[in-house]
């Protein structure tokens, strides 16, 4: 796929997500290789470092896809909205207390944690400010997925 096409779908999912509160599906894998899914808020945002566009989300420290993604970070995310929808196949970035993010300051990690959360459930970097503690607290890890496949049912 064409670089241009994908940041067409990207597009596309971001809007899909919006329509939804930003809900998604994020599929896992089980260290036996089984399949375990969750819904999460996800959003489409440009790589911090990079600035390609990614799909974004943050877990909770301790939550299963966390583990899971730090055995197997490759993933799925699906946004929908109505009978539309947009599956974007990647491999993930951890950024969290516990997991150290590549050529990015520690201590930008509330930063891109409130970042991402805006991304993902709306609002803006500020909206999320007051809860750094509590982010800080649960250990909570933001998710980048650089997208490797991305496809959907055609457009109406």
């Keep these: 796929m064409h670089r241009e096409e994908a940041a067409l779908r990207l597009e596309r999912a971001r809007r899909l997500g919006r329509q939804e509160s930003g809900l998604a599906v994020v599929v896992t894998h089980r260290p036996d290789g089984?399949?375990?899914?969750?819904?999460?808020?996800?959003?489409?945002?440009?790589?911090?470092?990079?600035?390609?566009?990614?799909?974004c989300f943050v877990v909770r420290g301790g939550a299963r896809k966390l583990?899971?993604?730090r055995l197997r970070p490759d993933l799925t995310v699906v946004f929908r909205s109505g009978?539309?929808?947009?599956?974007?196949e990647g491999v993930a970035e951890l950024a969290g207390p516990d997991d150290n993010f590549e050529?990015?300051?520690?201590?930008?990690?509330?930063?891109?944690?409130?970042?991402?959360y805006a991304a993902a459930a709306g609002g803006t970097q500020d909206d999320w400010a007051e809860l750094?503690?509590?982010?800080?607290?649960?250990?909570?890890?933001?998710?980048?997925?650089?997208?490797?496949?991305?496809?959907?049912?055609?457009?109406?």
């Design 67 to 69: 583990i899971n993604l």
């Design 132 to 156: 750094d503690e509590v982010i800080a607290a649960e250990g909570h890890t933001a998710v980048l997925v650089r997208p490797l496949r991305v496809y959907s049912n055609p457009s109406g």
């Design 34 to 55: 089984s399949a375990q899914a969750s819904v999460v808020n996800a959003g489409v945002l440009e790589h911090p470092v990079t600035g390609e566009l990614v799909v």
């Design 103 to 116: 050529r990015f300051e520690r201590n930008d990690l509330s930063r891109l944690l409130r970042t991402v």
């Design 83 to 88: 009978w539309e929808w947009v599956a974007v």
